[in-house]
């Protein structure tokens, strides 16, 4: 079994490059595609991207086919990408574009500062509740949509100061 090359991230996402395309014909690229998005749901990685080079756009077909979706262009190559899990809404940034994140400092009644563990690095680090705020969602309400995602078992009056 044929799988593409490919960069692993910490998002547990995987990045094809453009250079790293294989120099097949179509269906070729079909199989080994079919084989790799196998391959990468059993691993359990989310996000995949893609960078098809302009000698390569004959390969676009079969990504549509398999529910890629056009992220953005630069000259020579565009940038395809897909959400993996079904049963997720899809996470991956949009398009360049400025993102703005936020964080919580969240006090207990008894002046205990709550923290969480980020998942996604690869040493043990405690940071702040937050994350990124959706387009057109006010800050304080991002705020308190990644606080409560969080710790809404644990809080009661709730508010920003």
């Given at each position: 079994m044929a799988?593409?090359?490919?960069r692993k991230d910490r998002y547990r996402g995987v990045t094809v490059n453009p250079q790293d395309l294989p120099d097949v014909d179509s269906g070729s690229f079909e199989k080994i595609l079919q084989d790799s998005l196998?391959?990468?749901?059993?691993?359990?990685?989310?996000?995949?991207?893609?960078?098809?080079?302009?000698d390569k756009t004959h390969f676009i077909p079969e990504l549509v086919k398999q529910h890629f979706d056009f992220h953005h262009a630069k000259?020579?190559?565009v940038m395809m990408n897909r959400w993996l899990p079904e049963e997720e809404?899809?996470?991956?940034?949009l398009?360049?574009?400025?993102?703005?994140?936020?964080g919580g400092f969240v006090l207990t009644d008894d002046n205990k500062l709550l923290v969480i563990k980020e998942r996604y690095?690869?040493?043990?680090v405690w940071k702040l509740p937050g994350g990124m705020v959706d387009h057109g969602e006010e800050f304080s309400?991002?705020?308190?949509?990644?606080?409560?995602?969080?710790?809404?078992?644990f809080l009661s009056n709730t508010r920003i100061v």
């Open positions: 799988t593409l090359q490919c196998r391959e990468w749901i059993k691993e359990g990685k989310r996000g995949v991207w893609i960078g098809v080079p302009l000259p020579g190559m809404e899809n996470k991956l940034p398009d360049a574009n400025t993102t703005v994140g936020v690095l690869p040493k043990p309400a991002g705020v308190m949509r990644e606080v409560l995602s969080l710790f809404s078992s």
